[in-house]
Structures are given as C-alpha cells and as structure tokens.
C-alpha cells in the first residue's frame, strides 16, 4: 500500500513538475539538428554526437532493417531490434519441428547464428539537398501525368548517376515536400543478416493483439539481429565465411534505464505521416480507405484462423501476414476513432477557411493562391470517386494466383520465355504453388471481386463482370471462381508453366477463364496508373503551392511529413490522461505481467518468468529503484510513427534505456495531427531486455558482448 502511495504522489508531482519542459510535434530530419537547442531540453552531450557531417556520430549506429529501425549496439554488428521486426525472420526460419517462433532463438555461438532470410539493412552515409536539380526538369508546357513522370524520372536518375559504381552504396531521392524539396540520400547497404536472440512468442508478443496498441504494455517486443560482410569488408550475400559487420559507431546500452520525466530521444526512420495533408485528404480516408481496408483486412484475418485451426505448419505460413493485417486494422480503428474524437476534418475545414481569407486579404499571395485550395479539393474529389476500385485492382493485384499469372503472360508478351528470367520466374511458381493455400487464395479473390460488383457500373470491368457473372451474392461469386479454377490452366502449377511456354498469339487467342481476367484487370490498371500519374502531377503542383501559402500565414517554416529517412525526436518519459478519470503512469513491471497472466494465449508468460517474479530470484541491479520491481515497458511524449519500430531510445548522454516498438491507441492518430495530450510512444526497457537475455535466453553471452554484467 504504502508503496503504491509513493509511487502514486511522485507521478503526480512528475506531471506537474514537467510542465514547463515541454517535447514539440516533430521528427526532424538530419539537416535540422544542429538548429534544435536539445541542450535547453535535458541533452546532456554535445549535439554533434549526435549527429556530425565530418565525424561518426550515434546517426551512424542506426539502421534500417525489416520495415522497420535497428541500432548497432556492439562493435561486432550485433543489432538490437523489434521482435514484430524479426518476425518474418523467426517465421521462414521456423519448422513445427524447431518452431523458434514459439519457443525463442539462441545461437550461443557465432556459427549457430540464422541467415534472417529476405533481411537487409541501410545505413544512412550522407544527404545532400537536390530540390533545384529534380525540380529543374519541369516545363511550363508539361501536363500533369508529364510532370510527374518527369520528377519521378529524374529522381531516379540522380539516384542513379549517384551510385554509379559504387560498391556497398545505394543512393535514393526522397521527396521531403511534394513538389518543393527532394534530397538524396547515399546508403551503405548490407546483404547478410541473421539472427542471433529471439526471445519466446510470448514474450516478444505478450499480449498479442489484445494489447497491441495498447498501454498499459507488458511486451517484451525486441530482439537481436547480426550483421555480416564479406571477409574482405564488403557487401555479400550470406555466405559462410562472411564476417561480422563493424559498424563505424555502436551506441552503450544503459543498464540502469530511465525514470519518469526523463529526457530521451529516439533515432530512426519513421515510414509515413500525412500532417500537412489538407481536410478532403484526411476526410477521403476517414469515410472511405481506412473503413474499407480495415473490414477487408479483418475478413482476411478471420479467414485465415479458420483454414489454418490445429494445422501448425499452416500457422506458421499464415503468420506473417496475419500479423501484419492484425496490426494494420488495429491501427486504422484507432485512428478512424481519434479522427472523430477530433472532429480533425471540420477542424481542419475551419482552418482552411481561414487561410483563404488571408490569402484574399493579401494581393501578393491571391495572385498565387487564390484558386489552389478550390483546385486541389476538386483533386480530392475526384480521388474518392474512384479511390475503392483502385484499392481492390491493387488488392487484386497481390493474389498470389492473379500476380503470378500476370508475370508469366507479361513475360510471354514481352518473349521473355527463355533464358535466366524465365528459369527464375519458373523457379518462382514453383515454390509458390507449394506454398499457397489454394482454398484461402480462391476465398479471397472471390470476396474482392465481389467487391468489385458493388462499384457504380462505369467502374466496372466488363472481364470482372464477365468472369464473376452479375452476381450480388458472395457465395455465388465464389462458386464461379472455383468453378473457373478447375476448368483454368494454373489450376497446377504444371498448367501454369505450360501458359509460359505459349506464343504470343497463342496468349492472345486464349479463353482461358483466369487468362481472360487478368487481361480485364492489366487494361484496368494501365488506366489506373494513367489517372493516378495525372493526379500525382496536379498534387505535387497544388500541395507545394498549399504549403507555401500555409507558410506564408503561419509565419514559419514546417517540418517534412515522415518518408522513411532517417529523423530525430525528442520527448520525456511521461505518461498520459487517454480518457475522463483516467491517468496512466508512464512505467509497467513484471508484478503486472503477472497481473495479467491467464496462462491462455496471449497472456501465457513463460513459466519461468513468473517464477523468477514469484521467487525474486534475480538480481536486483535489473530492478529499478522508484518501483522496486522490474520495469518492462514506458511510455513518453515524442514523436514516432511506423517504421519507428525496433528504433533505441537513448537517454540524455545518449545512451540506450530501450528499443521503441509501439504508440498507444490514441496516438494512432497522430500520423495526422500530433498532440501533446495523447501522442505517447512505447518502448521496451532496457533492464527488461537484459533480464529476458540473461534469464529465459541464457545468453549470458549476450550480456558480455553489450558490456554489461
Ligand atoms: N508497432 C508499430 C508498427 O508496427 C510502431 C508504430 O507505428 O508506432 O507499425
């Protein structure tokens, strides 16, 4: 009691003692840095430690690994990353036999480590702003789609002639702001990942998706990954005799991590943020995308549970794209509900009202600006006619069936049917016909294409209409697509590596029913990527001139949208009040792990965990002072979105206390609006790392190598 009492008064005191340190909306990429005064904030090292041009600096022990962010915490590429980021990784490498996924991974030698299959990491080397060349290529004459093209065009080019021949260096221009500024950035790139600790499903996933974005938190979402090079230093693909990466900068863990209030900053490279979108982009995805994709990908999930129930290899199949849709459903909910919440759209409605009596009360800027906003909603208007049957085209697109039918007769029309291509893309089918679920893939194409039949009839493909009949009734949709499968050459995959030994003609001839349908749906997209060409030109036009005006009235200069750069953000350890009477604290601990342990999945901690919890038989360095227990996860104010994912959490010396891997459900939102009420992020403690490490993993080996213990 007592000791709740205290804890209870010092988080009090915290919120208020505070106040005056407050963190800012934004993730600051590298060329903003220097300018942040981080030192009036809490840092307590020098800035160009943390980011240097001319000097390694903690910038250059991050990297991009998995979707997500990894950092460098040793000087032999050990990594420490998410669990959610490993994942894919712990999955191909899993067999119900050795199923790592659900037991954990330890390679307690250097040989025993995994190739994490499909894994690669960048490191950012250096940037340089290319806004004048990229934009330089545009002409008064072009029409929208040419605009486009051209910038895209370019882009690449400069990407390209950046590379040259450079080995180990990859180099690509990020657009900062659509159609204002563009920087390239120059990548070390590395081909050999593997993994090296994986801690069990249930705890790297404690919780599941009942407590993903969600705090209070007891997840222990991080693992360890290694980076290898060719023994000469270069870049390889994995191969036995590679060796360890050295990084050019390690970041030191802080085995005594953090306590409420403190400051910590994050490096890592945030996927998206649509902050500067105006009211008819936000409202196109409140009322049409984010609904649409959330009750597909909810119906995908729920599919997928009932195919694969009691068959453990078919799990493991499933399981990555399982995860993946549950989290991304989860997410959208939660922002379709903080969008309400915030009344966002009207909100911002009334915002752009105002900046179009500004831009009319000031001639300079209405001889610029006067029609932009009209003309950019009409952009979006047009958008949400059509942005349902681009969605399902593009989720069609991605059947397994659909996708590779539409390679094999690309290549035939292409001739491409002999040679290295054609034995890769054989290869290719092969591998994939053991792996689909043939059942699973039907059930999904039949529910799109059903979709498709509720479009207004001008949207609708006549080869979709044709092959699903005009049926308004799913399960007769799906009867035709089984039907039709039986009678189709890709029935198996012998039949499909006939289609890609056929002519041209012979193609072009074909009735095959599946044959038929992909080519309704190529002729669909090519349409589709004209209109989006055209759109994509006439926004980068607008959004620039949207900005500019917004500049102009709020007197200063904005910091770009997230684009999977490498950005900073800064914040404290703090909690937050998510709703009326409720305040949550900022810290969770292994007494409320086992709080919540049912012993059913997903609260199913390993027996050992409560046991050490039970017994207190551990160290007492891995508990925290303040709450006498150890601590698990922590939540603070800075700014993070995807891709955030596995990125450290480094304290005021620029230490690392925990690996970010989370946002609670209110923050969600703030890929579109970021506050200091709700934005909270959540991160693995560190001292919770090394004790799963040293306790369930008896990777004591581990703990030598990051230099504690
Ligand atoms: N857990 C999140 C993700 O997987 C990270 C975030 O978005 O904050 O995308």
Redesign the pocket.
Known sequence: MLRISRLTTLFVFTLFFVVGLTADEGMYPLSEISRLDLKAKGLKIDVSEIYNPDGVSLVDAICQVGGGTGEFVSADGLILTNH?IAFSGVTNASTPEHDYLRDGFTASTREAEYPAQGYMCRITEAYRDVSKEVLGVVTDGMSPAERSDAIQEQMKKLAKDAEADRENISCEVSEMFPGKSYVLFTYRIIRDVRLVYVPPLAVGNYGGEIDNWVWPRHTGDFSFLRAYVGPDGKTAPYAKENVPYKPKRFIKVAPKGVSDGDFVFILGYPGRTYRHKSADYIALYQNTILPYLSARYDYMIETMENASEGDRALQLEFADLMKGLA?ATK?YKGKLQGLRRLGLVEKRRAEEAELQKYIESNPELNAKFSKTQKELSAVYKGYEETALQEIIASMLGRNQYIAMLSSVMKAVEKGDVTGEKATRLQEFIEKQYGLIHQETELEFLATLLHDFQKLPADQRPAAVTAFAGSETDRAKVLARVREAFKKSAIATHAGMAVVLGWDEEKLAASKDPFVELVRGLNALNEEIILRRRTRDGELKRLEAEFLDAKMAWQKKDFIPDANSTLRLTYGYIRGYAPADATIYKPQTTLRGLVEKNTGEEPFNAPARLVELYNTRSYDKSYEDALLEDVPIAMLYNMD???G??GSPVLNARGELVGVN???AFEATVNDYQWSEDYSR?IGADIRYVLFVAKYLGQADFLLRELGVH
């Open positions: 959610h989290n997410n993070t979105t995807g955030n994912s891997f989370d946002r992020s």
